[in-house]
């Protein structure tokens, strides 16, 4: 779509939204750039954002036992190994991503790197220390990687990451879904504490449990 038909559309969800108050519309994306991408076409006022997080850590525990519960091709070994497991453990490796929860009771794994979504994850980032990317490479991907490990709040300042490595070095990282930028939202409750400035972290707690990996691996 060219930008004459995009700025047509938005003039026109302005007006039916705003002007006419004739009905809502909302945009879902997973981009982290749309809204600075929307900021540039509408005023602030003519719209809100509302950023949809992972569940909190009390949350996902209680949507693990409830998982557990339901899973009905487990065992009684197994049913009963993961209601009294540490929820610490299956929280490190799935965050409060309920889709990575569910993995994490079908496999039943102590150990991240067995653990099939940090597999994938290692899979995916691999190319990110390998000098695949155009503006960074193997040196500036584990410094990345390293500060966020070893962040107690798993993100950290959008603002300080560009001026220690350049925008145009996170805004690939970013692109490549190395790292994920977060707006400031009042609505999600997933990173504590909650932001008053965009952040980044990993694309999910799988992915930050690869790049402990790799910093292991490489960093000494």
């Given at each position: 779509?060219?930008?004459?038909?995009?700025?047509?559309?938005?003039?026109?969800?302005?007006?039916?939204?705003?002007?006419?108050?004739?009905?809502?519309?909302?945009?879902?994306?997973?981009?982290?750039?749309?809204?600075?991408?929307?900021?540039?076409?509408?005023?602030?006022?003519?719209?809100?954002?509302?950023?949809?997080?992972?569940?909190?850590?009390?949350?996902?525990?209680?949507?693990?036992?409830?998982?557990?519960?339901?899973?009905?091709?487990?065992?009684?070994?197994?049913?009963?190994?993961?209601?009294?497991?540490?929820?610490?453990?299956?929280?490190?490796?799935?965050?409060?991503?309920?889709?990575?929860?569910?993995?994490?009771?079908?496999?039943?794994?102590?150990s991240a790197m067995r653990f099939r979504p940090v597999q994938l994850a290692y899979t995916?980032?691999?190319?990110?220390?390998?000098?695949?990317?155009?503006?960074?490479?193997?040196?500036?991907?584990?410094?990345?990687?390293?500060?966020?490990?070893?962040?107690?709040?798993?993100?950290?300042?959008?603002?300080?990451?560009?001026?220690?490595?350049?925008?145009?070095?996170?805004?690939?990282?970013?692109?490549?879904?190395?790292?994920?930028?977060?707006?400031?939202?009042?609505?999600?409750?997933?990173l504590i504490p909650s932001p008053s400035e965009p952040v980044v972290t990993a694309q999910?707690?799988?992915?930050?449990?690869?790049?402990?990996?790799?910093?292991?691996?490489?960093?000494?």
């Open positions: 779509m060219h930008d004459g038909a995009i700025g047509a559309f938005l003039n026109f969800a302005i007006r039916v939204t705003t002007q006419e108050q004739k009905m809502h519309i909302i945009f879902t994306t997973s981009d982290s750039f749309f809204e600075s991408w929307l900021q540039e076409r509408i005023n602030s006022p003519h719209f809100d954002t509302l950023v949809l997080g992972d569940l909190a850590h009390e949350e996902a525990n209680k949507y693990f036992l409830h998982a557990v519960v339901n899973k009905t091709k487990l065992s009684e070994e197994t049913r009963n190994l993961l209601e009294s497991v540490d929820f610490n453990i299956p929280f490190k490796m799935t965050g409060g991503r309920m889709v990575f929860i569910k993995k994490y009771v079908q496999q039943v794994h102590e995916v980032i691999q190319g990110n220390f390998l000098g695949r990317a155009k503006t960074f490479g193997k040196k500036e991907a584990l410094a990345v990687s390293e500060l966020l490990v070893n962040s107690s709040c798993g993100y950290t300042s959008y603002h300080r990451l560009v001026e220690q490595f350049g925008g145009a070095v996170v805004e690939e990282m970013v692109q490549r879904n190395f790292l994920h930028l977060c707006p400031v939202s009042e609505f999600s409750r997933d999910s707690e799988p992915a930050l449990r690869a790049m402990e990996a790799f910093v292991n691996k490489f960093v000494k």
